[in-house]
C-alpha cells in the first residue's frame, strides 16, 4: 500500500518559510512584497482560486492587489492595466487568471508582463530561461511537484520519469525540472503508442492531462512515486484526479492524492516566487 504524499503539509512548510523570510526582510531592509492579481470575467473556479491567492498572501504577510475587471473588458484595457503594473514598485509580482475571455489574446497579454513580475514563469523569456537551466521562477506547478517527490526522499538521479501530458504550463517544464535533476524522462500525450507500457516502466510517473482517474492501477510500476496533477470530477461530480487513486494505492510506493496533493504546493510555489521577484528588485540575493 502507497505512502501518501501530503500536500497540505508540504506547502504549509513552504508557506512558513517563505513567511518568516518575509518578515525578516521587512524588518531588516523594509521590503513589502505585493503580488496583484487580475481577473476578468466571472469564471467561478476562477474566482475561488483568485481567493485562495489572497488568503494565501495575508497568510505569508503580503500585500495583494486584487483586480476583478468586468467580462467585457477590452484586450488594450487589459494590456492597459498591465502595462500600469509592471511600473508599479509596490507590485513585485502579476498574475492574470487564465483563462480569459475569448476576445481576449491570452499570449499578447503574458508577453506584455515584464519577466520580473511574471510570477506563474509563463513569458516566452522565463521559459527560455527554463530550458537552459538558468531560471529565478519556476512554474507553481511543476516546482510544487519537485518539492512534493523531494519530501518522499527518492532520488531523481537515473530514474526512469513518464510526464503524461505536454501542455505549456506542466507537462513541458515539468519534463525540463526531472531532466534538470538527473531523470531520463519521457513525455507521453495523446498520440502516444504503447502508453501502457511506458507508464510501466516509470520510477517517477506524473499525470496531467485532465481525464478523471484515466491512469489506473495495471499501469503502474510496483513502487513507483505517483504525482496526480489532475483536477477533474467524477460521475458523481466529485473532485478527482488524473489517477485512479482506489486501484494505483495498492501499487504504487508513494501517491498524491487529489484534493490535498499537488494543488496547495501551487499557491505555496506563487508565494515563493512572489518572495524572488520583490528580492530581485530590491537587489537582495
Ligand atoms: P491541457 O493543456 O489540456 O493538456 C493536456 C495534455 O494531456 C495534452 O498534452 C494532451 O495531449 C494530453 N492528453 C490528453 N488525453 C490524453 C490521453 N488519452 N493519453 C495521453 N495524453 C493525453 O491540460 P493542463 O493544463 O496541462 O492540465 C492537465 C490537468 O492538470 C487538468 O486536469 C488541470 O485541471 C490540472 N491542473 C492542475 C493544477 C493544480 O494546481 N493542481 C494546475 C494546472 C493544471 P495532446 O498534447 O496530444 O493533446
Known amino acids: 500500500m502507497a505512502q501518501i504524499i501530503d500536500g497540505k503539509a508540504v506547502s504549509a512548510s513552504v508557506k512558513e518559510e517563505v513567511a518568516k523570510e518575509a518578515a525578516a526582510l521587512k524588518d531588516s531592509k523594509g521590503l513589502n512584497v505585493g503580488l ?3 481577473i476578468v470575467g466571472n469564471d467561478s473556479a476562477s474566482r475561488v482560486y483568485v481567493n485562495n491567492k489572497k488568503k494565501a498572501c495575508e497568510a505569508v504577510g503580503f500585500q495583494s492587489f486584487e483586480y476583478a475587471l468586468p467580462e467585457e473588458t477590452t484586450q488594450e484595457q487589459l494590456l ?3 502595462n500600469t503594473l509592471n511600473n508599479d514598485c509596490k507590485v513585485n509580482g ?3 487568471q487564465l ?3 475569448k476576445h481576449i489574446d ?3 497579454v503574458i508577453d506584455a508582463i515584464s519577466p520580473d513580475k511574471d510570477v506563474d514563469a509563463f513569458h516566452p523569456v522565463n521559459v527560455g ?3 537552459i537551466g538558468d531560471y529565478s521562477f519556476l512554474p507553481c506547478t511543476p516546482a510544487g511537484v519537485m518539492r512534493l517527490i523531494e519530501s518522499t526522499g527518492v532520488d531523481i538521479t537515473g530514474k526512469q520519469c513518464v510526464v ?3 501542455s505549456n504550463i506542466v507537462g513541458k517544464p515539468q519534463a525540463m525540472l526531472l531532466l534538470q535533476k538527473n531523470g531520463t524522462v519521457t513525455i507521453c500525450h495523446s498520440k502516444t503508442k504503447n502508453l501502457k507500457e511506458i507508464c510501466l516502466g516509470a520510477d517517477i510517473l506524473v499525470v496531467a492531462i485532465g481525464r478523471a482517474k484515466f491512469v489506473t492501477g495495471d499501469m503502474i510500476k510496483p513502487g513507483a512515486v505517483v504525482i496526480d496533477v489532475g483536477m477533474d470530477r467524477d460521475e458523481n461530480g466529485k473532485l478527482c484526479g488524473d489517477v485512479d487513486f482506489a486501484s494505483a494505492e495498492q501499487v504504487a510506493g508513494y501517491i498524491t492524492p487529489v484534493p ?3 494543488g496547495p504546493m501551487t499557491i505555496a510555489m506563487l508565494m515563493k516566487n512572489t518572495l524572488t521577484a520583490a528580492k530581485q528588485q530590491a537587489g537582495i540575493q
Open 36 to 38: 496583484a492579481v487580475v
Open 80 to 82: 492597459e492595466l498591465v
Open 94 to 96: 502579476i498574475l492574470v
Open 99 to 101: 483563462p480569459l475571455p
Open 106 to 108: 491570452e499570449k499578447a
Open 129 to 131: 530561461k527554463i530550458m
Open 164 to 166: 503524461i501530458g505536454r
Open 260 to 262: 490535498g496533493g499537488v
